[in-house]
């Protein structure tokens, strides 16, 4: 990179550390630790939910399905305001109300130990898959705009969120969400500008060209289950954001960084309403580059017309100026920061409030409990370094723990909506309902795979992959509830 573009990059990264390593002499109990003693601003804690939403994958993946297709993607965004009115009216009370830090704890009263294990257990997984798949391919996407190896990026990039993490805890996530969110939406504001005015023929022509192509449509509108049309990517958007608010731990542990129920239920809708434009000037970028090489054919080299996974990278390097360049780079560093730390502590904090607490040491004092949140974030962030490095030489191996790790934790959101619209549903019935929902996500998810016996080939599955969870959430609900009815008895106590 050149050096100011290094300055602006470095300047950015020892921010954020400093300031993480800055908010953590706040950090005297447990509570301050998962939940920064409930003393966020509605504001902060609502950037910090956006930025939980928003990762490195977002920020490169976005304008590279528009500059390849149309805005389809934009549909799933589309689900974010009626995903968030349904958390604000029965998660977010139901969580601040019950007053636990973990997500999960709540499952043990409704069906026993076995689904709390159950739920947590898919979560971790589901983190270090997550973490793992965000440090590599962040890795690989910067190695060519700072001349950095992948190994390096990766190491680079666990180290300092471990670090702030590690001292700072949820406070230092939070305020470090905050400015990662600022500089990210910068980043993308910049490019957007760029691109408009960066047309022969002014921004209007990036219009005509993108209308003549068909760049803005958001899908096929017919009910066709085995394309992603509009119908699929909005069912598919609303399960996915109701999983994400109602059972997710990262989203969850944030309701009770605020300072009140009703603080709580702005910040949802704060990050989920910005959320929404953002990932509309994201896919606009991706348009826009279309429009771009299109009226300049010249600068785009012909092996990268038809990756559109590369072609934001080129632009970055060769079209923005000295200095905007570094802020881009570090607003990609950012949305990959802000989905790390959130991963690293919220897995800690369900490490302790359901593992070491529920089957070791519930006695556990505070100095206890702060020093196994603080090393079990050191264990998650060297295990997502860990799968990462590891994706460089096992990447097939890996992608198998990926599916596998998606198939058991698409079970979670049927678990919880189950006890939550059925007071009769029962340990039994809630058992066999995860068991058929796994079973559909198994075959969903295994059948469209080439492993496929081609014997099998009659039972493979005619869905399009983004109805997997939303099939599998299902099945675990109508099971339950029939059981549950078949079965009759009395209400569970509220």
């Known amino acids: 990179m050149r050096p100011f573009d290094l300055a602006v990059l470095v300047l950015y990264l020892g921010g954020t550390l400093a300031l993480g390593l800055w908010v953590s002499r706040r950090n005297r109990s447990p509570r301050d630790f998962m939940a920064a003693g409930g003393r ?18 977002s920020f490169l993946a976005l304008p590279s399905k ?62 270090v898959a997550r973490t793992g798949t965000i440090m590599y391919l962040l890795a690989l996407a910067l190695s060519p705009l700072t001349g950095w190896g992948v190994p390096a990026l990766i190491l680079l990039t666990s180290t300092l969120v471990i670090l702030y993490t590690f001292f700072g805890g949820m406070e230092a996530v939070v305020w470090t969400d905050v400015v990662q969110s600022l500089v990210f939406i910068a980043g993308a504001a910049a490019c957007v500008g760029l691109l408009l ?32 049309t509009f119908w699929v990517v909005l069912a598919y958007g609303l399960v996915i954001n109701l999983q994400n608010f109602g059972i997710d731990q990262t989203f969850v542990q944030r309701y009770h960084t605020a300072r009140s129920e009703a603080a709580a239920a702005k910040s949802v809708w704060t990050g989920a309403l910005l959320y929404l434009p953002i990932s509309a000037v994201f896919l606009f970028i991706g348009t826009g580059l279309f429009a771009f090489y299109t009226a300049r054919p010249g600068l785009l080299p012909p092996e990268l017309a038809e990756q559109g996974d590369k072609v934001f990278p080129h632009f970055i390097v060769t079209q923005l100026p000295t200095g905007l360049t570094g802020l881009v780079i570090a607003a990609i560093f950012a949305a ?33 409990s702060l020093w196994v949140l603080r090393w079990t974030t050191l264990a998650a962030g060297l295990l997502g370094t860990g799968a990462a490095l590891a994706m460089m030489r096992v990447k097939s191996a890996l992608d198998a723990w990926w599916d596998w790790a998606g198939i058991f934790s698409g079970g979670m959101l049927g678990l919880f909506l189950l006890g939550l619209v059925s007071r009769r549903a029962r340990n039994a019935d809630a058992a066999l309902g995860v068991v058929t929902g796994v079973l559909v996500i198994v075959w969903m998810t295994l059948s469209t795979k080439a492993g496929w016996p081609a014997a099998w080939a009659a039972w493979k599955s005619p869905f399009h992959s983004f109805l997997t969870t939303v099939f599998g959430t299902a099945s675990i609900l109508v099971v339950g509830l029939v059981l549950a009815r078949l079965r009759g008895g009395k209400p569970a106590p509220r």
Request: net charge positive; proline share 6%.
């Open 197 to 228: 005015f960066g047309m022969p023929a002014g921004p209007k022509q990036l219009f005509t060209i993108a209308a003549e192509h068909h760049k803005f449509s958001l899908g096929a509108w017919s009910v066709d289950l085995s394309r992603p």
């Open 40 to 57: 966020i601003p509605t504001w902060a804690v609502g950037l910090s939910i956006f930025g939980t939403y928003v990762s490195s994958i």
């Open 66 to 127: 528009a500059y390849s297709g149309d805005w389809n993607t934009f549909v799933f965004s589309l689900s974010l305001p009626l995903a968030a009115w349904l958390a604000t009216r029965y998660f977010v009370p139901f969580y601040r109300r019950s007053g636990e830090l973990s997500a999960y704890e709540h499952l043990e009263r409704r069906f026993g130990p076995w689904a709390r294990t159950y739920a947590v257990g898919c979560y971790l997984l589901t983190q």
């Open 336 to 368: 990959a920061q802000s989905t790390l730390s959130s991963s690293m502590n919220c897995s800690a904090t369900l490490v302790l409030c359901d593992v070491y607490k529920r089957y070791f040491r519930p006695d556990a004092g505070e100095a206890e």
